[in-house]
């Protein structure tokens, strides 16, 4: 009984000091956090976790290639060669596929996840943001011109339209079927049936809104990022409209979204659109109240981003220090 009351006094006075305040539990989340980092290729960019495989797949823009990471060890399990500036992945766990774009090797890459091994290489004009639909077997690719979708079992390309607006990135619900792509020129998000290819509306989001796009379809909710308005746009997948603007960090690029936890991890690069970045941190939001619960330190110029939960890790691709931050918390 005794211990009890102790431990419970501890906890008491530690509240008190810590504040309930926002910026208070940054400091407090950052300050008992711990970083390392990984050293695999140059000029790290896009990043993604999945946890049910205990992986992370970073892609690099100078060297070309996907290397693949064990979260439980963070030792480098595979380097595989893909093309020139990585940019995007997206991934299909039901086909057991990653889908790295290479903007200036005009190419997607496929992967197996399985073997690890490349299986594919699609030719596509300078792709940027990408979103993989399991169900339709369509893969979503925007460039800096148009949109195109591919079938994924043939390769083949199904559909191709330019598109005004300098298409950035893409998502796509996989419960409606609907593709949403950033146009960043446009500060707007354009919404297409996945099936048609038919445009049902533009949404207005933001300034300079950058992949990745990240879809919560169980809350029917999309976000974005937007690097020259600093802010964080929540749309609401079924009225198809802004509910929710977030300020983030100094010009984001990455986004992740855990849903079991309401929270989103920005990566807050520091520069809208240039490789002069100077940003060092990730914001941690709480989603439900719009407020940053915690801010993460990186090294220089972090870009893709993402949360394993299964190892209770962020990644953060630190582009312009060639390295990439691991923070347990």
Not at 117 to 133: E, F, K, Q, W
Not at 180 to 209: E, H, R, W, Y
Request: aromatic share 6%.
């Amino acid at each position: 009984m005794h211990r009890f009351i102790i431990v419970l006094l501890f906890i008491l006075v530690a509240a008190r000091g810590t504040g309930s305040s926002s910026t208070a539990a940054a400091r407090n989340l950052s300050l008992t956090s711990t970083t390392h980092l990984i050293h695999a290729g140059q000029r790290p960019e896009p990043v993604f976790a999945d946890p049910a495989h205990h992986r992370v797949y970073i892609g690099y823009e100078h060297s070309g290639d996907v290397a693949v990471i064990d979260d439980r060890t963070d030792q480098v399990l595979k380097t595989i060669r893909t093309g020139k500036e990585v940019e995007d992945l997206a991934f299909d766990a039901e086909a057991n596929r990653l889908y790295v774009a290479n903007r200036t090797s005009n190419s997607v890459s496929v992967i197996d996840t399985r073997g690890l091994r490349l299986v594919r290489s699609i030719s596509t004009p300078g792709p940027a943001g990408m979103a993989v639909d399991p169900a339709l077997k369509h893969l979503y690719v925007a460039s800096a011109r148009a949109i195109a979708v591919i079938d994924t079992q043939s390769g083949r390309r199904l559909f191709l339209a330019a598109t005004p607006g300098s298409p950035q990135a893409a998502g796509v619900d996989p419960a409606t079927h609907e593709v949403f792509i950033a146009l960043q020129k446009a500060n707007a998000l354009l919404v297409m049936d996945g099936s048609s290819f038919k445009t049902i509306t533009t949404i207005p989001v933001g300034q300079l809104p950058v992949h990745p796009i990240r879809i919560d379809s169980r809350r029917h909710r999309v976000y974005v990022v937007n690097s020259g308005s600093s802010s964080l746009s929540v749309i609401n997948s079924r009225t198809l409209r802004v509910v929710q603007r977030i300020p983030t960090g100094a010009h984001p690029e990455g986004l992740w979204i855990e849903p079991s936890t309401h929270r989103a991890f920005v990566s807050n690069e520091g520069d809208p659109g240039t490789d002069k970045n100077h940003g060092h941190t990730v914001s941690v939001i709480d989603l439900r109240s719009g407020r940053t619960i915690a801010t993460l330190p990186t090294l220089l110029g972090p870009d893709g981003v993402a949360y394993d939960r299964a190892a209770g890790k962020v990644y953060a691709a630190d582009e312009n220090s060639g390295a990439v931050s691991v923070v347990t918390f």
